[in-house]
Antibody, heavy 121, light 113 residues
């Protein structure tokens, strides 16, 4: 069974930093591209970042570029999101999300339960 | 960026009746090399993460009931629930995965009438 378990969320002051983690199991993590997607309270879904299997290709939403860094450790089956210079508008549930199998043309097919990040003084 | 526009914002449907949700992209999401539309539909229930229902605009994900169907091509797409069940009450999102940034529609809330 595919499982994605996020952790690391919490309350942080504006300008602060936080690192989110996602532990993957039930599939061969190193063969899947991964994403972070967020959802502000009561709002819709916003894609945040993407990382390829080898970490060679990285993409970011304009809203987080230069502040957030996505990375992964295939040996630990883990995905991370380092978030710096946090703003109130970064408050959201952050989901770890698995891309469809590489080259398959499938979209994001599994999501974790999410971790809540609250940026407030 | 490809802008995804969903309509309506909300929809109240009686049990057993049909629900239709529309999604329009600001540019074509049809990939010419394989003739597939890179358009997905997700269902999100309160307190849960999204669940993939449909990909390639009309391919049903494994385990998804056949009352859910997707149609359309290019820039105009539709998700249809042929006979609404109580467990279908949720917010539905379309998403294009043709290009980054991946973008979602604003969501359509489906409720019982």
């Amino acid at each position: 069974e595919v499982q994605l378990v996020e952790s690391g969320g919490g309350l942080v002051q504006p300008g602060g930093s936080l690192r989110l983690s996602c532990a993957a199991s039930g599939f061969t993590f190193s063969t899947y591209n991964m994403n972070w997607v967020r959802q502000a309270p009561g709002k819709g879904l916003e894609w945040v970042s993407y990382i390829s299997t080898t970490s060679r290709t990285l993409y970011y939403a304009d809203s987080v570029k230069g502040r957030f860094t996505i990375f992964r450790d295939n040996a630990k089956n883990s995905l991370y999101l380092q978030m710096n210079s946090l703003r109130a508008e970064d408050t959201a549930v952050y989901y770890c999300a698995r891309d469809g199998a590489g080259g398959s043309g499938r979209p994001i097919d599994y999501w974790g339960q999410g971790t809540l990040v609250t940026v407030s003084s | 960026d490809i802008v995804m526009t969903q309509s309506p914002d909300s929809l109240a449907v009686s049990l057993g009746e049909r629900a239709t949700i529309n999604c329009k992209s600001s540019q074509s999401v049809l990939y010419s090399s394989n003739n597939k539309n890179y358009l997905a539909w997700y269902q999100q229930k309160p307190g849960q993460p999204p669940k993939l229902l449909i990909y390639w605009a009309s391919a049903r994900e494994s385990g998804v009931p056949d009352r859910f169907s997707g149609s359309g091509s290019g820039t105009d797409f539709t998700l249809t629930i042929s006979s609404l069940q109580a467990e279908d009450v949720a917010v539905y999102y379309c998403q294009q995965y043709y290009s980054t940034p991946l973008t979602f529609g604003g969501g359509t809330k489906v409720e019982l009438k």
